[in-house]
């Protein structure tokens, strides 16, 4: 009862009432707290996970061409955009490839997935399996860009 009171608002409908739950807006000294949590977690992630994560980027540098790191564009807080940072697990013209496997798309609606997609690389296959290609977003975190408790923003494309 308390979320309906505070971040509920009233959506009429044709014949059911429903309430659309407005996101938790943290402001003062909550946000100052969360943020110095979301800070520190990360800061101690990345300094103990590092010889791991060197071992990721060599691991896809020598993969194939391109960038260790993928930037993809997302909707952050306030509609603004920023650069989510990944492990490219994926060739490096995939974005462009992405057009001529439309039509094989496995997921309904707007969102690109396909099981077996030809754009992975072989490392790229285990670090989307285990989520170690998102490990990057720890340094969207420290810039504050993004919690490490979620929700993870969709890619800009998806969003629109």
């Known amino acids: 009862m308390e979320i309906l009171v505070h971040r509920a608002e009233f959506v009429p409908a044709a014949s059911v009432p429903l309430f659309e739950l407005r996101p938790p807006v943290f402001d ?30 060599v691991a ?4 194939s ?7 993809s564009m997302r909707p952050g807080i306030g509609g603004e955009s920023f650069a989510c940072l990944k492990f490219r697990t994926m060739r490096s013209d995939a974005d462009q490839i992405q057009a001529d496997l439309e039509s094989l ?36 975190v420290l810039a504050g860009q993004m919690s490490p408790g979620g929700p993870r923003p969709l890619p800009q494309r998806d969003f629109d």
Do not use: C, H
């Open 28 to 57: 003062g000294f909550d946000y100052a707290v969360k943020r110095t949590f979301d800070f520190v977690v990360s800061l101690l992630l990345l300094l103990v996970l590092s010889p791991f994560l060197v071992l990721i980027a």
């Open 60 to 63: 896809v540098a020598v993969s």
């Open 65 to 71: 061409r391109g960038p260790v790191l993928y930037r």
């Open 105 to 140: 798309n496995e997921a309904s609606g707007p969102l690109f997935k396909m099981r077996e997609d030809p754009r992975l690389t072989g490392p790229g296959r285990f670090l989307r399996r285990y989520s170690i290609d998102e490990l990057p977003q720890l340094l969207n």
